[in-house]
Structures are given as structure tokens and as C-alpha cells.
């Protein structure tokens, strides 16, 4: 198994609190992605790590923010969570550009109240 | 706009028999695709993938078909296993892109007995 771990594991907060999120990888990857996983949408990419400092937005990034000063963590963070944010947020990992396989951590389930 | 669909939500076959997984896709850029397999509580597990030059790859009791003519693929696992039951997604990137990939929404797989 890739060594990704995801924390917390779970998580409950209340609407407009600030939320951090941390995805831990020891493979030294270059790329880190975070997705949410909802019913009847699959899983969609939220942003994603090409290096320390390099970020950049996926599909549905509003409402979050990304940050990786290092190479084997990249933190997730909903700066005042929202209702339509709880969700199953899942880390993964690939070695580098190219039609690689992703490797995923084992997630974080977010309820917001 | 979903650009990767899995129109069955669920499938249920027998122990010992195939399974037959389908996913269909719209984009004409995608040429690299993975399934992946779900149990609940657990991330996605990486299956299996082909690139677009091939039209078969096989690991296994797992083949993957790709039809890029009708722009679809699908999953046969030989013989189905009770250890099968999961959810199945199928996935899509490009070469070209930061490897980003878009998922389906997911087919749940029952083997029984």
C-alpha cells in the first residue's frame, strides 16, 4: 500500500468555522491531489500539487484553499465551512506528469452542522 | 457536464459468473484510463488501466476493453468473487494534462452467493 495517511478520520464542526484538513505521504511524490467524494457525483478533484509552493485548482475549488511548504504534506483547508462541504475528502498521490496511476489515502469523512 | 458517465448504478451477479462494468466518456482528449475499486470506510483501491493505443489489457481475472470509436470501456471480472462486492469507478485523464483525473459516478457491484 502507498504510504499515505489522511487526518483527522473524522471530523464534525459547525457552519462558519475554519477547517484544516492534512494529507501525509512517504513515497516523496511529486503530485498530491485532494478530491470529495458525494453521492451521484463520484469522486471530483478539488485542487492538486505539482511541488512544494506550485498548486493549482481543479473542478470544484471554490470554497477551499491548498498548501504544500513541504513535500510530503498538503493541507486542505475550508476557510468558513458551509453545509454543501460535508463530504467524504480523499488524498492521493502519483509520482510524477505522465498517464500515471493515482494513489489514494484512506479519507476523511467532514460533517458540517 | 459530465464528461465520464457510469449509468448503471448498481449490478448484481451471481458468485462464479462475469461481471460486466460499462463507462462511457465524451471527451476525445482522454487517453488513459483506470478503474478503481471502493470498499465503504476505505479509499480507492487502483484495479487496473489501459492507454488508448491498446483496445485490451488483462491482469488476471480483470480485463478492461476500450472502445474509442464509441468512446467506451468496460470492466469483466472472471469468475466474480464474493470478495468483488464494492463500488467501481471508472477514470479518465490525458497525457498532456497535470494527470487530472475525472471520475464516474460509480457502479456497486453485488456478488452473491
Known amino acids: 500500500d502507498a504510504g499515505i495517511t489522511q487526518s483527522p478520520r473524522h471530523k464534525v464542526t459547525e457552519t462558519g468555522t475554519p477547517v484544516t484538513l492534512r494529507c501525509h505521504q512517504t513515497e516523496n511524490h511529486r503530485y498530491m491531489y485532494w478530491y470529495r467524494q458525494d453521492p451521484g457525483h463520484g469522486l471530483r478533484l478539488i485542487h492538486y500539487?505539482?511541488?512544494?509552493?506550485?498548486?493549482d485548482k481543479g473542478e470544484v475549488s471554490d470554497g477551499y484553499s491548498v498548501s504544500r511548504s513541504k513535500t510530503e504534506d498538503f493541507l486542505l483547508t475550508l476557510e468558513s465551512a458551509t453545509s454543501s462541504q460535508t463530504s467524504v475528502y480523499f488524498c492521493?498521490?502519483?509520482?510524477?506528469?505522465?498517464?500515471?496511476?493515482?494513489?489514494f489515502g484512506p479519507g476523511t469523512r467532514l460533517l458540517v452542522l | 457536464d459530465q464528461q465520464v458517465k457510469q449509468n448503471s448504478p448498481s449490478l448484481s451477479v451471481q458468485e462464479g459468473r462475469i461481471s460486466i462494468l460499462n463507462c462511457d466518456y465524451t471527451n476525445s482528449m482522454f487517453d488513459y484510463f483506470l478503474w478503481y475499486k471502493k470498499y465503504p470506510a476505505e479509499g480507492p483501491t487502483f484495479l487496473i488501466s489501459?492507454?488508448?493505443?491498446?483496445d485490451k489489457n488483462e491482469d488476471g481475472r480483470f480485463t478492461v476493453f476500450l472502445n474509442k470509436s464509441a468512446k467506451h470501456l468496460s470492466l469483466h471480472i472472471v469468475p466474480s468473487q464474493p470478495g468483488d462486492s464494492a463500488v467501481y469507478f471508472c477514470?479518465?485523464?490525458?497525457?498532456?494534462?497535470?494527470?487530472?483525473?475525472?471520475f464516474g459516478q460509480g457502479t456497486r457491484l453485488t456478488i452473491n452467493p
Open positions: 477514470a479518465a485523464s490525458n497525457y498532456q494534462g497535470a494527470q487530472k483525473l475525472v
Open positions: 500539487s505539482y511541488g512544494v509552493k506550485d498548486t
Open positions: 492521493a498521490i502519483s509520482e510524477g506528469q505522465g498517464a500515471e496511476t493515482q494513489y
Open positions: 489501459i492507454s488508448s493505443i491498446k
